[in-house]
């Protein structure tokens, strides 16, 4: 009897660190997720702060990419960081889908926009720097006021309205600024490989960015409505579930 009462005490012991140790780690998670979302914020507050700036001052978008480029290409890079969070659990949002939006974003700056300087003053690069800008502004602010409980209604508000519009805009940016570097890929054969060389291997670079322009056509559409019907939970839950009822 004795003893059934000395294991019942430790079992109670170790759940009861391990569920300080939960409570500790979630505390830390949510600590760095706050960090993290504010610090990014700030990011892009600051990226934006310097694009309106550079435009007044030069009454001009040519020379905006190269005048905020640091800036972009830091913490754009330091968004990987999210496909982390959900690979450890931190944040519940699939590893496939995060990675997939955050290594598009990468290979818009550094394998396109970076690397073909030829379009760094199309206008379409200003377009989807200003969609993202305004979009991660909005999206970082939503996270940070959630994690800290107080949310105002206008920050949901913007984060499940402005992608109606900003969405497909941004898109179009990529989209063109994809289209206005084909001919200098074509052109000079940046990143191509070409046979014979030593691996026996052929890539096109020209060709595999059509098919990234492509590929656009089916995954736009699924996270557009996946979004649509995001909004339509958070903005307007209580209508559904009476309607449902």
Not at 80 to 86: D, K, N, R, S, T
Not at 133 to 150: A, C, D, G, K
Not at 215 to 229: A, E, T
């Amino acid at each position: 009897m004795a003893s059934s009462e000395e294991d019942g005490g430790g079992n109670g012991s170790v759940e009861e660190k391990e569920n300080g140790k939960k409570r500790r780690l979630g505390a830390v998670a949510t600590a760095w997720l706050i960090c993290y979302n504010v610090a990014m914020t700030a990011g892009w507050l600051v990226l934006g702060i310097a694009m309106v700036r550079f435009y007044m001052q030069k009454g001009t978008h040519k020379g905006l990419f190269r005048s905020v480029q640091k800036t972009l290409k830091f913490f754009q890079t330091f968004a990987m960081l999210e496909v982390v969070h959900c690979a450890v659990g931190i944040v519940h949002t699939s590893v496939l889908v995060t990675g997939v939006q955050v290594s598009s974003r990468i290979f818009m700056v550094w394998f396109i926009t970076h690397s073909i300087k030829q379009i760094q003053n199309e206008e379409s690069v200003i377009l989807f720097l200003v969609v993202w800008t305004v979009t991660e502004i909005t999206r970082y602010s939503f996270y940070t006021f959630n994690l800290l409980n107080h949310l105002p209604y206008f920050i949901k508000w913007a984060r499940y309205n402005f992608f109606i519009i900003l969405y497909p805009v941004g898109v179009a940016g990529e989209l063109l600024t994809i289209y206005a570097a084909l001919p200098y890929v074509k052109k000079t054969g940046i990143f191509s490989l070409r046979l014979p060389n030593k691996y026996n291997v052929s890539f096109d670079y020209y060709y595999f960015l059509i098919v990234i322009m492509f590929s656009y056509i089916p995954l736009f559409p699924q996270l557009y409505f996946h979004m649509l019907r995001q909004r339509r939970k958070v903005l307007h839950g209580e209508v559904i579930v009476e309607k449902d009822d």
